[in-house]
């Protein structure tokens, strides 16, 4: 605590400001834009990376809090004082940090996998910017961030040659996939039939508990929907991700809309008709994946005849 009281000491509203807007990237819609941008537009086994990273961290980090159950550190010290525009995305238990290791994996996934070298330098700028933001805003401790940061980093490395090899060994992805969705089961399992009455019936106990059950649902469906869809992709649909510049911004900008409707459309929809079950995550992201990996790019060749089409024209 004695890190955080120190960077408590020196907040001011500009570097309040600026930590905010750095600690954005780590959040759930920044992972989901990179990941699925570079899915759709410059490599896909890039962006497959980039979101097998991300899922296995989740799982991960989600469990290791469901684990650990440690409080922020507002909840430890309470003569603490965060910086309060952060509290609203300052959900769910401290350890280990979600934001660090969401842009630790995607920054990070991308300084690996590109040649670039100022693109390189750039993500981890970022990435050590957004990881530094937690802690300045109050929301993590040095523990939370360097675990997460450390997690993220290793699956960086370790999924690299994996992801890597599949375009040699197309049955790899496959194994690779079946290994993930039992990782993702299993983890629902140990969320949702794990007696944690034991910890009491306090309000933010609770509402901990809960979100770590939601989120396993969440990232299920999200691997399921991804295990549906791949198949689909590599025997039918087989996109291009190459285009010209304005029909890749209507790939992404079409794209991301869609996820986006999907995502709130059917949160919208279940509570219309009172069905409140966690499940229903598991449905909304295995539809949403299933929608950006197999779905959306059924588009891309009309996208692109109508590209040629103004060429010639």
């Not at 770590?212 to 991804?226: D, I, Q, T, V």
């Not at 590599?234 to 995502?263: D, P, S």
């Amino acid at each position: 605590m004695s890190v955080l009281y120190w960077l408590e000491s020196i907040r001011n509203p500009v570097l309040d400001f600026i930590m905010q807007l750095f600690t954005h990237l780590g959040s759930e819609v920044f992972f989901l834009v990179i990941a699925l941008t570079v899915f759709w537009c410059f490599d896909k086994r890039e962006g497959i990376y980039l979101l097998f990273v991300g899922f296995i961290g989740t799982v991960l980090n989600q469990f290791l809090k469901l684990v650990y159950r440690i409080p922020r550190p507002w909840v430890q010290d309470p003569k603490f004082t965060i910086v309060e525009s952060a509290r609203a995305d300052a959900g769910g238990y401290s350890f280990p940090s979600g934001h660090t290791q969401n842009v630790v994996g995607t920054l990070g996934g991308i300084a690996r996998w590109t040649k670039r070298k100022w693109l390189r330098i750039v993500c981890i700028v970022l990435l050590l910017l957004t990881s530094f933001s937690r802690m300045y805003l109050g929301v993590h401790t040095p523990l939370d961030v360097g675990v997460a940061f450390l997690i993220a980093v290793v699956l960086i490395f370790a999924l690299y040659p994996v992801v890597r090899k599949t375009a040699e060994n197309p049955k790899l992805m496959y194994v690779l996939l079946g290994v993930l969705i039992t990782v993702a089961f299993a983890f629902v399992l140990y969320a949702n039939l794990t007696d944690f009455s034991a910890l009491g019936t306090d309000e933010e106990v609770l509402a901990n508990i809960n979100e770590g059950r939601k989120n396993s649902y969440s990232l299920f469906g999200a691997m399921l929907g991804f295990l549906i869809a791949y198949p689909l992709d590599q025997k039918y649909i087989q996109f291009k991700e190459k285009a010209v510049w304005w029909v890749q911004i209507l790939k992404t900008v079409g794209g991301l809309a869609g996820v986006l409707a999907i995502k709130e459309g059917l949160k919208l929809l279940f509570n219309a008709v009172g069905f409140t079950w966690l499940g229903t995550n598991a449905i909304r992201y295995c539809v949403v994946v299933f929608f950006a990996a197999a779905v959306w790019p059924l588009v891309f060749p009309l996208l692109r005849r109508l590209s040629k089409e103004k060429e010639t024209a």
